[in-house]
C-alpha cells in the first residue's frame, strides 16, 4: 500500500502507525501519536485483537507510551493526533492524563460507517458539545482514506 499523506505530518505518522496495526491483524484502524515541543514521545495504534483487551485502542497505547518514555503519568504540554475521534473511553483517559489538545482525523459518525460502535456509547456519555476547545478535527480526507483502505481488506468487527 501507498503511504497516506496527511497535511499534519504528525497525523500521517498517526496514519502510518494504523496501517502497521491493522496490515498486521492488531485491530482498527487507529492510530495515534503523542508530541511534546515538537517531538513525538508516544505512539501507538489500536491493539485490541492482538492483546485480547477491549482497552487496547490506539490512544491508550499511545498515551502508555509517551508516559513511559518521559517517565511521568502528567502528559501537561503535550498534544495527540489520532485517526478517528477518540471514543469517550480514550477521550477521558486523555483528560487524566492531562494532554493539552486533540487533534483527530475521522469524526465518531466515520467510524460508526466502518462497524465501530463508539456513538452508541458517546451518547450515554452526555454527547460533546463541552469538549469543543479541546477537540479539533484536521486531515479528515487523509484519514477517510485510511478507513476505507481498512474497509477493504478482511477483517474482524468488534
Excluded at 482497552?55 to 495527540?80: P, V, Y
Aim: proline fraction near 2%; glycine fraction near 10%.
Amino acid at each position: 500500500m501507498k503511504d497516506i499523506l496527511a497535511q499534519n505530518s504528525y497525523m500521517t505518522e498517526a496514519i502510518r502507525d494504523a496501517v502497521d496495526g491493522i496490515t498486521h491483524g492488531h485491530g482498527g484502524p487507529f492510530g495515534c501519536v503523542i508530541v511534546k515541543d515538537g517531538k513525538i514521545v508516544g505512539r501507538g495504534h489500536n491493539r485490541v485483537l492482538s492483546n485480547h483487551d477491549s482497552t487496547a485502542h490506539g490512544e491508550i497505547d499511545a498515551i502508555r507510551d509517551a508516559e513511559r518514555n518521559l517517565k511521568t503519568h502528567d502528559l501537561s504540554g503535550c498534544e495527540l493526533y489520532t485517526t478517528g475521534e477518540p471514543c469517550p473511553m480514550c477521550l477521558y483517559a486523555i483528560l487524566w492524563a492531562n494532554i493539552d489538545k486533540v487533534y483527530y482525523g475521522c469524526t465518531i459518525q466515520d467510524n460508526s460507517e466502518i462497524g465501530f460502535r463508539d456513538e452508541k456509547f458517546d451518547s450515554l456519555a452526555g454527547g460533546r458539545e463541552a469538549f469543543s476547545e479541546f477537540l479539533h478535527c484536521i486531515d479528515r480526507e487523509a484519514c477517510l482514506e485510511l478507513f476505507r483502505f481498512y474497509k477493504k481488506l478482511d477483517h474482524r468487527i468488534y
